[in-house]
């Protein structure tokens, strides 16, 4: 059997995997994605022309390359949530970071990813029940690494703009904007990895021992 094919918000989750001229068809034929900036092009494309939808699908394409640190974490979420309908709830997630009482809100810009990324782990521990062990403990504390120093760049951008001043005075993109691409990339399918043999490892562990030595048997 083949691999099924990703959906809209898989394709936009990972990196390079949503491609105008292949996908456009993706944005009237599935639901919403989690993000207003983005929901907001698959609602015009349900009432368009083809070649309307092909010129949306290029925009989504360029709205995902200007998403924040944050935004981008909030589609990470849902794509876990939405390969388990029992994990991680997105806006539940968001809804906890937005809770936090930070009052510079710079220092809530540069917290929030943080606060969103443990409140996925959080849900995905309870959901397998199960801790992490050693090794698991320290691959969390370096994708946390990455989380931080995504924020930070994050902040920078956020202070200097998309645009800055280049040389000769022309305006030109910020040069931090392709490292935040593709450090968000990286570090979303990390995340998903993690999730993934997390949840293995937790339905490897409620197996029936009879089985699991028959398996082990069958594989060795």
Not at 185 to 211: G, K, T
Request: glycine share 4%.
């Amino acid at each position: 059997m083949g691999r099924p094919r990703l959906s809209l918000l898989e394709r936009c989750c990972r990196a390079k995997a949503f491609r105008p001229h292949q996908h456009w068809a993706l944005l009237a034929s599935e639901p919403d994605l989690p993000l207003p900036v983005l929901a907001e092009l698959q609602r015009k494309a349900r009432g368009a022309s083809e070649e309307q939808q092909r010129e949306l699908a290029r925009e989504l394409k360029r709205r995902l390359s200007e998403l924040s640190a944050a935004e981008r974490t909030q589609l990470y979420a849902a794509g876990v949530d939405a390969e388990d309908p029992g994990g991680a709830d997105a806006e539940q997630c968001q809804a906890s970071a937005d809770t936090e009482d930070l009052a510079d809100p710079e220092e809530k810009a540069r917290g929030s990813l943080t606060v969103l990324v443990e409140a996925v782990l959080a849900e995905l521990l309870a959901e397998v029940n199960c801790e992490l062990t050693a090794s698991e403990v320290i691959e969390w504390e370096l994708l946390m690494c990455r989380v931080k120093r995504l924020e930070a760049i994050d902040l920078e951008i956020r202070r200097d703009g998309l645009t800055v001043a280049g040389s000769r005075g022309q305006r030109r993109e910020h040069p931090l904007l392709p490292h935040e691409i593709e450090l968000s990339s990286v570090l979303a399918e990390e995340l998903r990895e993690f999730a993934s043999r997390l949840r293995r490892r937790a339905h490897w562990a409620s197996m029936p021992e009879d089985l699991r030595a028959r398996f082990e048997a069958s594989h060795s």
